[in-house]
């Protein structure tokens, strides 16, 4: 399995948030301003499957603007994300005056809604959705298994016993790691220290990293990440 780090940091840095494409047609999370990156150094119309870990801007808020693209060659697509997507995306459409969208979302997009523990059945993939406590959001973090692979994404969250599950059934995963001192919203850089020597046949990516643990990586031999990685699971 191939996944591709389209952004691995914050809101509050210069770079991309955090954000990914599986293999070639799964999009994870579409944050605000991570549009021209997909549009221009990646093939947005090979996208059938999109997954939404919760409604922050950060993870939401360029959903618009693919599904523009997408619209204009009648792709079919599934999303998973939690309840009051399509809501909000609806609104997203009036509010930004693009409206026309409407006729293909009603027509052309499956929307799934996240239950905790519930697998999906997506294309070739099998998706497993955990909720996850990032404060008091609806926020998930899923396993995708491609029949060869499982991987792990943990999205937001601090931690918490689905935060144990999704490493334990993953060969590697992709986990928060943004904040200075422990919380109920994200994971600190010496949690997930703690977490890779619990589960030393697992393979860390910290990302959604902030400068509060950045420069953390290296010290607690992390795995470094970067905006346009390509990792090959194997």
Not at 91 to 103: A, D, G, H
Not at 184 to 189: D, E, G, M, P, V
Request: contains cysteine.
């Amino acid at each position: 399995m191939r996944v591709t780090i389209v952004g691995n940091k914050c809101t509050w840095e210069k770079e991309l948030s955090t954000s990914f494409i599986v293999n070639d047609d799964m999009l994870i999370d579409i944050p605000q301003g991570s549009f021209k990156t997909l549009y221009h150094d990646y093939d947005l119309l090979k996208t059938r499957y999109i997954l939404i870990t919760h409604f922050h801007s950060d993870h939401f808020a360029d959903l618009h603007l693919v599904i523009d693209i997408l619209e204009r060659f009648n792709i079919k697509l599934i999303i998973l994300a939690p309840k009051t997507c399509k809501d909000r995306l609806v609104n997203i459409l009036y509010t930004f005056e693009v409206s026309r969208l409407k006729k293909y979302v009603d027509e052309n997009i499956t929307f799934l809604e996240c239950e905790n523990g519930k697998t999906y059945k997506i294309g070739n993939y099998k998706v497993k959705a955990y909720k996850m406590i990032h404060g008091e959001l609806d926020a998930y973090g899923f396993v995708i298994d491609d029949g060869n692979f499982k991987i792990g994404f943990s999205g937001d969250t601090c931690m918490c016993n689905n935060l144990h599950k999704i490493i334990k059934h993953s060969k590697a995963v992709f986990i928060d790691c943004a904040k200075a001192e422990v919380g109920l919203n994200h994971l600190t850089a010496e949690e997930v220290k703690g977490l890779q020597d619990e589960y030393k046949d697992v393979i860390f990516y910290p990302v959604h990293l902030s400068k509060a643990t950045i420069h953390k990586i290296a010290p607690l031999v992390l795995n470094e990440t970067y905006q346009g990685q390509v990792v090959e699971i194997k």
